[in-house]
């Protein structure tokens, strides 16, 4: 069965102090790993796809990389509407649903 | 561009109560899903369905049925509510499963069985 464990269970950073998120994850045979945002009372918006290790995405201050074991998401120089809800999960090759991790909570204070 | 729209929003039953949760696309998707989110647990799949006639069962079914009405629609029903079931309730589409495309949710319904 696909697992997904998300660290830390939450962050607190100043504006401007840059971390990272991390999933780890087994599965029998990746097909995807998924970088979801959530914000309060909304449902999960897309960030990234990434297929395979080594591969690497970007969108404004997010960065997630991904290798057999693990990814990260990097949030550089964070801002205040980077707070938010981090989910991660993954789909294996045989599999039709996404598993979730239980997310990392972002607080990014000014 | 609406996406995947839920109704309703929020929605309070009796223990024993049955409801329907409506759930449709836009994006002329093949596959849908049903999720709960609970605190602490992720996201767990309820049901999906592949294509338009199908549905399977996912990872906590019980309590619950699923009728893809057509290829726009799919709807969850709780027959007999418990409190168990408090839960928040994500619809979501994908062009088609086993495919490694970006899996679109809704804005979510809030359930509580009191």
């Known amino acids: 069965e696909d697992q997904v464990t998300q660290s830390p269970e939450a962050l607190r950073l100043q504006e401007g102090e840059s971390s990272s998120l991390n999933c780890s994850y087994t599965v029998s045979g990746l097909r995807g790993l998924f970088w979801y945002r959530q914000d309060p009372g909304k449902g999960p918006e897309f960030l990234f796809t990434l297929y395979s290790a080594g591969e690497e995405k970007e969108k404004e201050r997010l960065k997630a990389t991904l290798t057999k074991k693990e990814s990260f998401l990097h949030i550089t120089a964070p801002k205040p509407e980077d707070s938010a809800t981090y989910l991660c999960a993954v789909q294996g090759y045989n599999d039709y649903k996404l598993s979730f991790g239980a997310g990392t909570t972002v607080t990014v204070r000014a | 561009n609406a996406g995947v729209t839920q109704t309703p929003k929020f929605q309070v039953l009796k223990t024993g109560q049955s409801m329907t949760l409506q759930c449709a696309q836009d994006?002329?998707?093949?596959?849908m899903y049903w999720y709960r989110q609970d605190p602490g647990m992720g996201l767990r799949l309820i049901y999906y369905s592949a294509s338009e006639g199908t549905t399977d069962k996912g990872e906590v079914p019980n309590g619950y049925n699923v009728s893809r009405l057509n290829k726009r629609e799919f709807s969850l029903r709780l027959e007999s509510a418990a409190p168990s079931q408090t839960s928040v309730y994500f619809c979501?589409?994908?062009?088609?499963?086993?495919?490694?495309?970006?899996?679109?949710f809704g804005e979510g319904s809030w359930l509580t069985v009191v």
């Open positions: 994006m002329n998707h093949n596959s």
């Open positions: 979501a589409s994908t062009p088609t499963v086993l495919s490694g495309n970006t899996i679109y």
